[in-house]
């Protein structure tokens, strides 16, 4: 397998921890030598070992002149684990080869240089696109202090939520609402408003096929007003949404997953909040302007002033269309990633 493979490999790891890892970034791992793959793994939940560590362990004598391939730069500090540094020196790797450094400023290069000072051949940028959009909470949050916001909304082709009785079970098919529970699995946020909360009364749970998972996002309601009724277990806020961003930030909060309903959204993109927009278009008309319409911005504008997000991907859920757009601001800040987080 060539550089590009490996790297890929790694990154393909890197997902398994996905949902486990956070506040952590969820990091993949190959040892390689002369005979192939000796070793591989990914991050572990807070307090676990890193994916450097599971590889090595894995690879055993085989580390002793091997390279390494890893989606993110090592850590060189003492935290609830060892610094990654250590045991890759001690393990005899001869070569690291790491897609991106870590804006973590407790790593912030400190880590390469800490192998470099080893005696180690150390390179970084490869794959580096592909570790940025996997990676983007977790860089966004450590250069930001606030997290990563993903928003998610099912409507009709005439963009609307619900009924006009208020009635939305269900617009969108089995797939699609699969794919809600897998966004709030990777969340460790939901929000929604408390017109939503009342009508809807949402468990907020992540239920990815079916089975509750076992790290749970914690779940807020949006609410000036006393509500008549809210999910157990459900808090409440009465904060802005950029004062509820800062706040989440400070606590190490990756991302959050704004679930609606239309004027909570709306208050977000109007403020520039919403990063990941995607939404689940089903192949249905209400043709009914009592209907709930998905977006209530404050003020609504012209043509000339709407919000313009930026198509990122498609994909098909079943009989509907999940569409994935982002914000400028979001675009903008990623590209900067992908000059700044490779420099050597």
Known sequence: MIDAELMELALALSRSAREGAPPNPWVGAVVV?????????????????????????EAGDRARGATMYVTLEPCAHQGRTPPCVAAIEAAGIRRVVASIRDPDERVAGRGLQALRDRGLEVEVGLGAHGVIEELLPYLWQRSTHRPWVRAKVAMTLDARVADRTGVSKWITSAPARERAHRLRSQAQAIVVGARTMEIDRPLLS????????????????????????CTPGVSITS???????????????LEILVEGGPTLLGSFLADDLVDDLHVHLAPIILGDPEATPAFRLPQPGLLSEAL???HVATQTLGVDVELSLRSASALARQAAFEVELVKD
């Open 308 to 310: 313009r997000l930026t």
């Open 206 to 229: 992540a239920r990815p096929g079916g089975v509750v998972s076992e790290r749970q996002p914690e779940r807020w309601v949006f609410a000036r007003h006393p509500l008549n009724y």
């Open 33 to 57: 030598d002369d005979d192939g793959v000796a070793g591989q793994g990914w991050t572990h939940p807070s307090g676990g070992p890193h994916a450097e560590v599971v590889a090595l362990r």
């Open 239 to 253: 904060e802005s949404p950029s004062r509820f961003l800062d706040r989440l930030g400070t606590e190490g909060v």
